[in-house]
């Protein structure tokens, strides 16, 4: 069993700044990449910054210039920073862990979401 837990989110202002931290604990046997995605209200899910075990980053469009994913590989931990923050950004943020568990099964895991709000 693998557990993904996030912190962060909340309001911020357009042109404001949040960060949000996944954390990923249980029967962890490696982790392949970790990664953030966002659900708006009416949309689909979709990427937003996902990070590679070996380091290779991929980031969306949208999101280039302004967000930052980090790793940290010892911790299981996965940051994004969030900088110029529109209204658009407004979504359910999730944190994916894809890895393998100590039976070697390797499952995509999802967190259970965290509101990230852009209004003045």
């Not at 982790?31 to 995605?37: D, F, N, S, V």
């Not at 899910?45 to 996902?50: H, K």
């Not at 380091?55 to 469009?61: K, L, M, N």
Request: positive net charge; hydrophobic residues 35%.
């Amino acid at each position: 069993q693998v557990q993904v837990v996030e912190s962060g989110g909340g309001l911020a202002r357009p042109g404001g700044s949040l960060r949000l931290s996944c954390a990923a604990s249980g029967s962890i046997f490696s982790i392949i990449g970790m990664g953030w995605y966002r659900q708006a209200p009416g949309k689909q899910r979709e990427l937003v910054a996902i990070m590679a075990s070996g380091g290779s980053t991929t980031i969306a469009t949208s999101a280039k210039g302004r967000f930052t994913i980090s790793r940290d590989s010892a911790q299981n931990t996965v940051d994004l920073q969030m900088n110029s923050l529109k209204p658009e950004d407004t979504a359910v943020y999730y944190c994916k862990v894809i890895a393998r568990d100590t039976s070697w099964r390797q499952n995509d895991y999802w967190g259970q979401g965290t509101q990230v709000t852009v209004s003045s």
